[in-house]
């Protein structure tokens, strides 16, 4: 077996306490220093795992959700944390340190993230809204990429699996005395699979068939030792079908032409960085640029199609610095800038209609954390306050050549320029602990947190998941406070419990209600649905993570999450006969359990993942007709390391073939094999 570094065996482990990370304070801290549940997943469990996609590597992690139920052809993921609901926007993602969330809509396209590049992912659970603003009410995902360690280094690998899916990646670095350089690329193709059952397909159900490229690259400049420059850069392009076909009919009642529905997407990501270190101060300045255009062909029934386009752009600049001058104490403050906007149309192609949504927002932030390590260390209290100001305006919601096709927007949504609106919101966070021993400890945190609703949740009317929902540009803000309580405790060398309990207290979610109409869409009824804000919403649950390193070469886990996140207090003026108290949330499993480990042998090394998820409601009355089925899925993988970076892997997920119905009654997607081959230089 080609033998790996000492830094590459040491984060073999699962969870190791030692670890560094900056994503919960802005300051390089262990774990273990940081009063608050935080998991890094390093390289290692990276490359070992058998995955195909950024959002694949966060399935295992307790406290974390992920739906993307045709795998690596979806071309969405939603991850939330800690049963925030089917809220992306509710958990902040970060691509080292900048923000990828979008203000239109709050979701993040986990797929222009290159796996193949990413160096370790830092997961901070419950609300960083103290330090990272709204979208960080359930915690915070920060996808951090290499930077090149060596005068000349890089890698390749292709892989070929079922559905004819050929995917291929490369990443070459470079490092001066000065100046380093990374450019990686990704691709990858598939003809897809048709997840409606077979019983119910028609001519009109196609497989869903993908073919997405990106590229990346940064260059950095180190003007002396403590000073540096970098500058990072992305971009994807996406084309994938939405496994619907559309036959069109000529003047005689025959098909004159047939159409494919299918997703064109072409993002990219821009990002300036200049950092600097003395002998008390530490400092950060970010500017950056996200950008996406986005298409999507649709129909409503047989005789009606239309085009859904979106121009999505998102920026912000920030500057945060730290002050370490005082005995046992480093302060860290800093100013923010975020701003985006929204400019999509429903393009009907068998009418004159045409469809406007659009909006733009800006948020400006000030904070200030502190943290305190009084004497030995084993005492650490960190507190933290935020003060946000957040604004929506340029917002309408337009028909244009409106016909009798359109009137269900006309009737039920808001129409013309909408109002502006701005809000402030003050948020503090105090978390403590006590070390207990040089390895274990036992914390708690008290925080809160704030987000405003997403630009389309004001501005747009149009089909979602499961329906068609409504916006409404009068919601108000989110807002929560959450307290929670933990530990870790190392039994013995290697082996280390972790549990968390934490209760949480939402207030004006944002959350789409039924109001008992239906809309005629993909020739299905589907339900009407009103953003709406719920009065009060309660979430407790617990987590127990078991991780064990036995030796460098075998690392095993074991966790298990329960979560109830129940709406306590409902009421909507526009439907005052609407009774949901006490109801789940939707898109939350009420458990998950995941269990697996790597063991590298001189032979081959071995990969192996158990997931299970609970029940999971897709309708705001917990209809048992309406659910996502409890199902677990068992992944395997094999590889070997040969001479001169060569390795050879072999690997199946979901063996045994489970599969269950998603919210639109398709099959997930079943067994999947696959082989890989990489070679490392």
């Given at each position: ?86 809220e992306q926007g509710r958990t902040l993602v970060l691509l080292n340190g900048m923000p990828i969330n979008k203000a239109s809509t709050g979701s993040v396209n986990f797929n222009m993230i290159n796996l193949g590049n990413v160096e370790r992912i830092e997961v901070v659970k419950g609300p960083g809204s103290s330090m990272y603003g709204g979208n960080a009410m359930g915690g915070t995902i920060n996808f951090i990429t290499r930077e090149p360690q060596r005068k000349f280094e890089g890698n390749v690998s292709t892989d070929y ?160 610095q730290s002050y370490s001058g005082f005995s046992h104490q480093t302060i860290t403050a800093g100013l923010e800038y975020k701003g985006g906007f929204v400019d999509g149309r429903d393009v009907y192609r068998t009418s004159t209609d045409v469809i406007i949504n659009k909006g733009e927002s800006n948020a400006f932030a000030l904070y200030l954390q502190d943290e305190i390590r009084p004497g030995s260390g084993r005492f650490s209290l960190i507190p933290a306050l935020r003060f946000d100001y957040a604004r929506f305006g340029n ?287």
């Amino acid at each position: 077996m080609a033998q790996e570094t000492q830094n590459d065996r040491d984060t073999l482990r699962m969870y190791n306490l030692k670890e560094a990370v900056v994503s919960a304070t802005k300051t390089p801290r262990q774990i273990l220093e940081i009063p608050m549940r935080i998991y890094a997943v390093p390289v290692t469990a990276i490359k070992s795992g058998s995955f195909f996609t950024i959002d694949d590597v966060l399935k295992s992690i307790s406290g974390v959700s992920v739906s993307r139920s045709m795998g690596f052809l979806d071309r969405r993921a939603t991850v939330s944390m800690r049963g925030m609901g089917h809220e992306q926007g509710r958990t902040l993602v970060l691509l080292n340190g900048m923000p990828i969330n979008k203000a239109s809509t709050g979701s993040v396209n986990f797929n222009m993230i290159n796996l193949g590049n990413v160096e370790r992912i830092e997961v901070v659970k419950g609300p960083g809204s103290s330090m990272y603003g709204g979208n960080a009410m359930g915690g915070t995902i920060n996808f951090i990429t290499r930077e090149p360690q060596r005068k000349f280094e890089g890698n390749v690998s292709t892989d070929y699996g079922m559905f004819n899916t050929v995917g291929t990646n490369a990443n070459i670095g470079a490092r001066g005395q000065k100046v380093y350089a990374n450019l990686n690329a990704f691709a990858r193709t598939s003809t897809g699979y048709n997840g409606v059952p077979e019983e119910e397909r028609t001519a009109q159900n196609i497989k869903i068939a993908l073919k997405e490229a990106g590229v990346g690259g940064l260059i950095g400049f180190y003007l002396n030792p403590t000073h540096k420059i970098e500058f990072s850069t992305t971009f994807y392009t996406n084309d994938r079908s939405r496994g619907d076909r559309f036959f069109g009919m000529n003047e005689n009642g025959g098909v004159g032409y047939v159409l494919d529905a299918d997703v064109t997407q072409k993002s990219g990501t821009y990002k300036l960085t200049y950092q600097g270190t003395n002998e008390l101060f530490s400092w950060n300045t970010t500017a950056f640029l996200s950008t996406e255009n986005y298409t999507e062909g649709r129909f409503r029934s047989t005789t009606e199609l239309y085009d859904v386009t979106s121009k999505r752009r998102d920026w912000g600049v920030w500057f945060n610095q730290s002050y370490s001058g005082f005995s046992h104490q480093t302060i860290t403050a800093g100013l923010e800038y975020k701003g985006g906007f929204v400019d999509g149309r429903d393009v009907y192609r068998t009418s004159t209609d045409v469809i406007i949504n659009k909006g733009e927002s800006n948020a400006f932030a000030l904070y200030l954390q502190d943290e305190i390590r009084p004497g030995s260390g084993r005492f650490s209290l960190i507190p933290a306050l935020r003060f946000d100001y957040a604004r929506f305006g340029n917002g309408g919601f337009y028909v244009e050549g409106a016909t009798s096709i359109s009137d269900y927007l006309v009737n039920h949504g808001a129409t013309g320029s909408l109002p502006n609106e701005g809000w402030t919101s003050l948020n503090p966070r105090l978390a403590f602990q006590y070390r207990i021993g040089e390895m274990s400890r036992m914390y708690a945190n008290i925080g809160t947190g704030f987000r405003p609703g997403a630009l389309e949740d004001m501005c747009r009317t149009g089909p979602i998941s499961g329906g068609v929902v409504v916006a409404n540009p009068e919601l108000k803000p989110e807002k929560l406070t959450n307290y929670e309580v933990g530990a870790d405790f190392t039994l013995v060398r290697g082996l280390v419990l972790s549990p968390s309990f934490y209760y949480t207290l939402g207030r004006d979610f944002v959350y789409a209600v039924n109001t008992g109409e239906t809309i005629l869409m993909n020739n299905r009824q589907r339900p009407l649905l009103k953003q709406s804000n719920i009065g009060k919403v309660k979430i407790t649950g617990f987590e127990i993570d078991l991780n064990y390193t036995l030796t460098g070469n075998l690392a095993l886990f074991a966790n298990y999450t329960q979560v109830n996140s129940k709406i306590k207090e409902f009421f909507d003026p526009n439907n005052p006969d609407k009774n949901i108290d006490g109801k789940y949330l939707t898109y939350v499993p009420r458990f998950e359990a995941a269990a697996g480990g790597t063991l590298r042998t001189c032979l081959v090394n071995l990969n192996l993942l158990y997931r299970h998820l609970g029940k999971q409601y897709t309708t705001d009355d917990n209809n048992d007709d309406n659910t996502i089925a409890e199902y677990g899925q068992f992944d395997a993988k094999i590889w070997r390391s040969f001479a001169h970076g060569v390795s050879l892997t072999i690997g199946v997920n979901n063996l045994f073939d489970k599969q269950v119905k998603d919210s639109n009654g398709n099959l997930m997607m079943g067994r999947y094999l696959y082989t890989k081959i990489s070679v490392s230089f």
